[in-house]
């Protein structure tokens, strides 16, 4: 599979029938400016949670590609009350699109939707795709609950937030990646504000330290897996 990243913790996942794009925050982030809304094709938008670094700009990708918003009860609803295609999920379900498998998996954070509406729980994935599978955290503080995903499966590659303050620091998603049985990470969240710039030197020395393979994605590039 294919990945773009598109800046914080947004990325478009291709799979070989499926492209599957991820907590848009595009238009209010300046370091994503590059980044043209039209130029993204997708069939499901994924939400991890309702918060609006990761859902500002999910409806307007959804009305131009006629996209389904994949989300928890909560958030999911909240889009499908302004006429848009939804599949409500909740913790621990699962949904099949062409060839991906997504299980939901707890994430230790908050979630409401831009106008206060309560958001209910927030939300990591898991895809499995061509007997590989992928754990995208979303928003979370490292948590016990990152060992059951290892005892599912050995993630092959992990996307991971990491700028601190509001999620776990590049410390504790190491120890989220060692959890999940996962050597090859992708880090998320981050740079995007102030309080979440990520201290290159360390997290690579940090990730490297424990033979686990850092990318620290660059803004519109495409990285194979
Ligand atoms: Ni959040
Ligand atoms: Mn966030």
Excluded at 110 to 132: C, E, I, M, Q, R
Aim: aromatic letters at 10%; glycine letters at 8%.
């Amino acid at each position: 599979m294919k990945y773009t990243y598109l800046g914080h913790s947004c990325f478009l996942f291709e799979f070989e029938l499926t492209k599957i794009l991820i907590d848009p925050f595009i238009t209010h982030n300046a370091a994503a400016a590059e980044i043209k809304l039209e130029s993204i094709a997708c069939s499901h938008i994924l939400l991890s949670h309702g918060h609006v670094d990761h859902v500002a700009d999910a409806e307007a990708i959804a009305r131009k590609n006629n996209a389904v918003i994949v989300a928890g009860y909560e958030v999911a609803s909240w889009f499908g009350s302004k006429g848009l295609q939804h599949h409500p999920m909740n913790t621990g379900g699962s949904l099949s699109i062409n060839d991906v498998r997504i299980k939901t998996v707890n994430a230790v954070h908050s979630s409401v939707l831009p106008d206060g509406t309560h958001g209910g729980s927030p939300l990591g994935f898991l895809f499995t795709h061509a007997g590989k599978t992928l754990y995208y955290s979303g928003d979370t503080a490292l948590t016990m609950d990152m060992e059951l995903i290892g005892r599912y499966d050995t993630a092959h590659h992990s996307f991971l937030c990491m700028g601190d303050q509001f999620t776990m620091g590049y410390e504790d998603a190491v120890r989220a990646a060692q959890m999940v049985k996962c050597n090859h990470v992708t880090a998320m969240h981050f740079d995007t504000f102030p309080p979440i710039v990520l201290d290159r030197a360390a997290s690579q020395q940090a990730f490297d330290k424990a033979g686990i393979t850092l990318t620290i994605p660059e803004i519109g590039k495409t990285y194979t897996i």
